[in-house]
C-alpha cells in the first residue's frame, strides 16, 4: 500500500532533550516536506527536500533540522526542543517538488508535547 | 506576501444543507489549488484539485469547487451535507514561478460541524 508513514504518533517530552519524527514514503517520492499545524494558523512548512541530500528551509525552520541521505526517508530533527515547538507534525511526499501537478500525500501526523 | 484565506473559521449546519467555503488566494501568477479534509484525529486527505482546464472540478465525496481566476478564489461546495461530513476542511495552493519550491500555502482551516 503506498503511503507515507511517522514515527512515534505521539510523544511527549521536556525541553532541550534531542528528538527525531522519522518520516519514511514507499511511493519512491524525490519531494518530501515537513508541516506544523497549529489552531488558527493552518499548516506551515518548516523544512523540504527536493531529492536526496537537498534540503531548505520552508517558512518557519527555526529549531528543527533534517536530512534526507535516502530517497524514501526524511526525519525532522529537534536538537533541544521547547515548549514552543509543542504541535502537530505532518509529513508529506510527492513524485516532484516545484512547479509540479503532483499531489502532496501526507503522513498520519506526530503529536508533540514539550513541557 | 502571497496568502490564502479562509473566510468561516467555524461552520455548523444541520444534516442535508448546502455547503459553501470559501478561500481566496493572493497572487497574481498561476497557481495549483487544492482542497484538504481532516477527520478528527486523522491525516489529510485530499478532496480535489485543480491545475488547469475545466474551473469546476469535483472531487471525492460529492464535492465540488469552483476556481475563478478573476476573483482568486477557489470555494468549495457540497449540496447535502452530511454527519460524516464533520472535519476540518484545508484550502492550499502552490504556486508558480521562480523562487516558489513546491510549497503548500495553507489557509488557517475550516472546522464544520454537522448536526444530525
Known amino acids: 500500500e503506498a503511503q507515507v508513514t511517522q514515527n512515534p504518533r505521539y510523544l511527549i517530552t521536556v525541553t532541550g532533550k534531542k528528538l527525531t519524527v522519522t518520516c519514511s514514503q514507499n511511493m519512491n517520492h524525490e519531494y518530501m516536506s515537513w508541516y506544523r499545524q497549529d489552531p488558527g494558523l493552518g499548516l506551515r512548512q518548516i523544512y523540504y527536500s527536493m531529492n536526496v541530500e537537498v534540503t531548505d528551509k520552508g517558512d518557519v525552520p527555526e529549531g528543527y533540522k533534517v536530512s534526507r541521505k535516502e530517497k524514501r526517508n526524511f526525519p525532522l530533527i529537534l536538537e533541544s526542543p521547547s515548549p514552543n515547538q509543542t504541535s502537530l507534525y505532518f509529513c508529506?511526499?510527492?513524485?516532484?517538488?516545484?512547479?509540479?501537478?503532483?499531489?502532496?500525500?501526507f503522513g498520519p501526523g506526530t503529536r508533540l508535547t514539550v513541557l | 506576501a502571497q496568502s490564502v484565506s479562509q473566510h468561516n473559521h467555524h461552520v455548523i449546519l444541520s444534516e442535508a444543507a448546502s455547503l459553501e467555503l470559501g478561500c481566496n488566494y493572493s497572487y497574481g501568477g498561476t497557481v495549483n489549488l487544492f482542497w484538504y479534509v481532516q477527520y478528527p484525529g486523522q491525516h489529510l486527505q485530499l478532496l480535489l484539485k485543480?491545475?488547469?482546464?475545466?474551473?469546476l472540478v469535483k472531487g471525492i465525496k460529492g464535492f465540488e469547487a469552483e476556481f475563478i481566476k478573476s476573483k482568486f478564489s477557489f470555494n468549495l461546495r457540497k449540496p447535502s451535507v452530511q454527519w460524516s461530513d464533520t472535519a476540518e476542511y484545508f484550502c492550499?495552493?502552490?504556486?508558480?514561478?521562480?523562487?516558489?519550491?513546491?510549497?503548500?500555502?495553507f489557509g488557517q482551516g475550516t472546522t464544520l460541524q454537522v448536526k444530525p
Open positions: 492550499a495552493v502552490i504556486l508558480h514561478g521562480s523562487g516558489n519550491t513546491g510549497k503548500l500555502i
Open positions: 508529506a511526499s510527492s513524485l516532484y517538488g516545484g512547479d509540479s501537478t503532483d499531489t502532496q500525500y
Open positions: 485543480y491545475f488547469s482546464g475545466d474551473p
